[in-house]
């Protein structure tokens, strides 16, 4: 969807900038939707990969060498899990913090994310959302207003048509006489 195919539809560009804002969030949701997944994707390979490995390793194996191999398979499967988890939850953020930045209508969200405290803001899973930002875009916008987009519409410079002097020929040249100029004749 671009702007230029609203515009032909003859939608006014208020109703433009809020469909363009509501199909931002829709594709901002798609894309952590799917680098979580790709995420899931990748730990799943790897820990398949391992799995595949420990289970040709037991072929040769005898019970103690298995039992022990299965007690190490079971605390790096915990681990790789949860780490796992960590960076699933640490994209969600990520992109939670972004989508966010963006609906503030941040002009550089890297500026902007360097004035945040990051230990005050956590993920809410239940809705996607950043707890606590608000509050700090807020503090940010306060002093750094020049990070965001102004809400107030650009102003629109009109040029005048004709530009005729306010002050008649005869007012010209009585100051130019006072001023001991000479009056110009042939304008």
């Known amino acids: 969807m671009k702007r230029e195919d609203l515009k032909k539809l003859g939608i006014e ?32 390979k790897t820990q398949l990969g391992e799995a595949n490995s420990a289970i040709e390793g037991f072929k040769g194996m005898n019970i103690d060498q298995i039992k022990a191999s299965a007690d190490e398979w079971k605390t790096k499967a915990e681990k790789a899990a949860s780490d796992g988890a960590a960076s699933i939850a640490s994209l969600k953020f990520d992109y939670a913090l972004d989508g966010a930045l963006s609906g503030a209508k ?3 969200a890297k500026a902007v994310r360097a004035l945040l405290d990051m230990n005050g803001l956590k993920f809410n899973d239940a809705d996607g959302s950043v707890v606590g930002l608000d509050e700090q875009i807020k ?25 005729k002097s306010i002050l008649g020929d005869p007012v010209v040249d009585a100051m130019r006489k006072a001023a001991g100029l000479p009056i110009q004749e042939g304008k």
Request: cysteine-free.
């Open 13 to 44: 560009d208020s109703v433009i900038d809020n469909i363009m804002a509501l199909h931002g969030s829709d594709i901002e949701k798609h894309k952590t939707d799917l680098a979580t997944s790709q995420t899931e994707l990748g730990t799943l």
């Open 139 to 163: 503090k940010v916008k306060e002093t750094n207003d020049y990070l965001f987009e102004s809400d107030n519409p650009t102003p629109r410079i009109v040029t005048g048509g004709n530009s």
């Open 106 to 108: 941040a002009r550089n």
